[in-house]
Structures are given as C-alpha cells and as structure tokens.
C-alpha cells in the first residue's frame, strides 16, 4: 500500500501491482505499477504523528507503525498487510 500527496492537503491511496520496471528514456525510469482507489485521507484527520511521519523529507517514508489509524482512514477499501 501506498500514500501518496496530491497536492491538496490529502493523500491518495494506492497499492502496487507488480514488479519493478525500468524505463530508462523515460523522465522517472524506476517503476513500479500501481492500481489508485478512489479514496483520499486528508492530512487533518491524520493524527500529528502520522502526518508528521508522511509528511518527512525523502521520496519514501516508513508509516507500518501507523496500520491501525490507516486502516480506520482509508474505511475497509483495501486491507494493510
């Protein structure tokens, strides 16, 4: 599973599909398919450790510890393994 900002002030939910991929003449060559639900978690209803966790610098942050509050965010739409 995957969080990702849109941009808004919410997170899209997503979960990866498949292997890694290489592109390399593309303008991001490392891949990984992804099927997006049509769910969104707005930051405000994160609590401040979550948000301050997806919220960090980096192209990846580690929210595993957070399953609980995001499986009660994203509303039973896909199960957190």
């Not at 592109?23 to 994160?46: Q, Y």
């Not at 942050?61 to 509303?75: A, K």
Request: glycine share 12%; with cysteine; aromatic share 8%.
């Amino acid at each position: 599973i995957v969080l990702c900002p849109d941009g808004s002030g919410a997170y899209r939910i997503g979960e990866v599909s498949g292997g890694y991929i290489y592109a390399p003449d593309e303008i991001l060559p490392h891949r990984r398919p992804v099927v997006w639900f049509n769910t969104r978690i707005e930051r405000s209803a994160m609590s401040d450790a979550l948000r301050k966790s997806a919220g960090s610098i980096g192209t990846v942050s580690e929210v595993t510890r957070y399953r609980d509050e995001l499986e009660q965010l994203i509303g039973g739409v896909v199960s957190i393994q």
